[in-house]
């Protein structure tokens, strides 16, 4: 380099900001020439060589660097993760009050910051399992089905959001995840995908309610009542089928069904399937009846629903979603091994048999018209919390598995925002690419995929009768629930949730009839009244 080049970069340090280059370049160049005087009066330099400096232009070599905010913040999250497991920190997310809440809250931050300046400081390289071209096409899904929301904070971020993250079901690591749309920003974005917590509506009861419920003996075929009692919620749709089916009741993401079952189950055992799979914000106020229709305090991550939807399909063994493979020192020795470890969450059975129920809700239910081009078997789940502030679908193939967010950073009402919608119709398009390539593959369902009863029949599917809810039913068919070939509106029977828990909530056994929420979901059928009361 000339002497020119030299003294300017030497101008930079002394003030980053304002001698950057990039954008301050004439400061630079002056703080150089100052430099120069500096050299030539101590004498250092000849005057032909500080002539020649002094004059010479300054051309910079701009190259343009790809921003990778969301997978930067990411891996470096999972890696710090890493490293503290390797200190020997124990990681928790259940406490007996608040004081020990606190304490370990304190200590999680004492050992993240030395992990932290470990991973800075020590030259590690790290291997992950990001798979780039993944990447790129799921946040051009996001971007481009959230293209029509042009609203901006006044930082410039886009107001309209949304998040979501893939998982290569045979090794339970992520492959790809977004956490905000494209856009220019400073410095690192919010990565909702791992960092933001919201009510996950309907989209919590395969994992909460329904697969518990299969385990303790009933099956997709199991009859239960649909029906409005008081202090319950209502059905999105307005409408009660009577006797029906589980396997109904899923794809039709009957609330009434749901809330009994939770009852039966008890909220403390349901709930306790979202602590072994690590969920981290699971408090004291969650343990309510509404949180079987996603009424929680704080909510989830996208990150931890695809990892919820991930152990359903990996025959209910949870696996941690990290992207981290392995980790080396600076002379080559492996810090952390590449190794995946597995814990059983759910009975064999009794994911495959809600693996089987899921498939009923993209074919008939309320993701129909989502399933993918290529005929590659698919199932899932909708979800869209009260006053439609937040939607998500949260679905899997054999090889991959997906969960998208779609809302405000600060929750607003969307008129058209359900789970088939916008999220919806993001899964549907990156997951159409990813698999457009690959080998149509069946769900390994054991015994249900000959019809057997056991744990979950593959069976299951009953036409309902419409219940009054004082015990008369009339025989109806719900919107020809059985047809899978209709093209029909992605607004119609998708599912909304309750929220939260209100303030004044009484434990499950006593919920009032006030805590029932209003209706916000489009009808099951064009036929129901669209302002009926209840929410799904």
């Known amino acids: 380099?000339?002497?020119?080049?030299?003294?300017?970069?030497?101008?930079?340090?002394?003030?980053?900001?304002?001698?950057?280059?990039?954008?301050?370049?004439?400061?630079?160049?002056?703080?150089?020439?100052?430099?120069?005087?500096?050299?030539?009066?101590?004498?250092?330099?000849?005057?032909?060589?500080?002539?020649?400096?002094?004059?010479?232009?300054?051309?910079?070599?701009?190259?343009?660097?790809?921003?990778?905010?969301?997978?930067?913040?990411?891996?470096?999250?999972?890696?710090?993760?890493?490293?503290?497991?390797?200190?020997?920190?124990?990681?928790?997310?259940s406490f007996a009050d608040k004081e020990e809440r606190e304490t370990y809250e304190t200590e999680y931050d004492d050992a993240y910051s030395t992990a932290q300046?470990?991973?800075?400081?020590?030259?590690?390289?790290?291997?992950?399992?990001?798979d780039l071209k993944k990447q790129k096409k799921l946040q051009k899904a996001v971007n481009?089905?959230?293209?029509?929301?042009?609203?901006?904070?006044?930082?410039?971020?886009?107001?309209?959001?949304g998040s979501a993250v893939c998982i290569d079901n045979?090794?339970?690591?992520?492959?790809?995840?977004?956490?905000?749309?494209?856009?220019?920003?400073?410095?690192?974005?919010?990565?909702?995908?791992?960092?933001?917590?919201?009510?996950?509506?309907?989209?919590?009861?395969?994992l909460i309610v329904y697969t518990p419920t299969l385990e303790r003996g009933s099956t997709a075929s199991t009859t239960v009542h649909d029906y409005k009692f008081k202090g319950g919620p209502s059905n999105s749709s307005g409408r009660y089928y009577g006797y029906v089916s589980l396997r109904f009741a899923v794809e039709q993401s009957l609330n009434t069904v749901a809330w009994q079952l939770f009852e039966k189950l008890k909220p403390e055992v349901g709930l306790q399937y979202l602590l072994d799979m690590n969920y981290s914000k699971i408090v004291k106020s969650d343990y309510y009846l509404s949180a079987s229709l996603g009424g929680l305090t704080y909510?989830?991550?996208?990150?931890?629903?695809?990892?919820?939807?991930?152990?359903?399909?990996?025959?209910?063994k949870y696996r941690e979603p990290t992207c981290i493979v392995k980790i080396l020192d600076s002379d080559g020795n492996e810090i952390v091994s590449d190794k995946v470890e597995r814990k059983s969450v759910y009975k064999k059975d009794s994911a495959r048999a809600m693996v089987d129920i899921l498939t009923g809700v993209i074919k008939r239910g309320t993701a129909r018209g989502l399933g993918l081009d290529n005929g590659q078997p698919s199932a899932g789940k909708t979800g869209t919390t009260n006053d439609k502030k937040d939607g998500w679908f949260c679905g899997f193939t054999p090889y991959y598995t997906t969960a998208v967010w779609v809302g405000y950073d600060s929750p607003k009402t969307v008129a058209d925002l359900y789970g088939s919608t916008y999220p919806g119709r993001i899964w549907h398009e990156y997951m159409n690419e990813i698999h457009k390539d690959l080998d149509v593959k069946e769900f390994d369902l054991g015994e249900l995929s000959s019809g057997s009863s056991g744990g979950g029949s593959s069976s299951g599917y009953t036409t309902p009768q419409e219940d009054t809810g004082s015990g008369g039913s009339v025989d109806t068919d719900p919107a020809d629930s059985n047809d899978n070939d209709v093209d029909v509106d992605p607004d119609d029977g998708t599912d909304t949730q309750v929220t939260e828990p209100p303030a004044t909530q009484v434990p499950a056994t006593q919920v009032p009839a006030t805590a029932e929420p209003a209706a916000t979901e489009p009808p099951a059928d064009p036929a129901a009244d669209p302002e009926a009361e209840g929410v799904e």
Request: aromatic share 10%.
């Open 144 to 161: 481009h089905n959230l293209s029509g929301f042009k609203d901006k904070e006044t930082n410039g971020t886009y107001k309209m959001q």
């Open 299 to 316: 909510g989830t991550s996208t990150l931890e629903m695809a990892s919820g939807y991930a152990t359903l399909e990996n025959d209910g």
């Open 117 to 130: 300046q470990m991973l800075l400081n020590k030259g590690y390289k790290i291997y992950t399992s990001f």
């Open 170 to 206: 045979k090794t339970g690591r992520v492959v790809a995840l977004v956490g905000g749309r494209s856009q220019e920003t400073e410095g690192l974005s919010l990565n909702r995908a791992y960092q933001s917590y919201r009510q996950p509506g309907s989209s919590i009861k395969p």
């Open 1 to 93: 380099m000339s002497l020119g080049q030299l003294c300017f970069l030497c101008s930079i340090p002394n003030n980053p900001t304002l001698y950057n280059p990039l954008k301050n370049f004439d400061n630079t160049v002056k703080r150089k020439n100052r430099i120069l005087d500096q050299m030539l009066d101590d004498g250092v330099i000849t005057k032909v060589d500080y002539d020649e400096a002094y004059q010479e232009e300054i051309k910079l070599n701009i190259q343009e660097v790809q921003k990778r905010d969301y997978i930067q913040t990411f891996v470096s999250y999972c890696a710090i993760r890493e490293l503290m497991k390797k200190n020997g920190f124990e990681f928790k997310n």
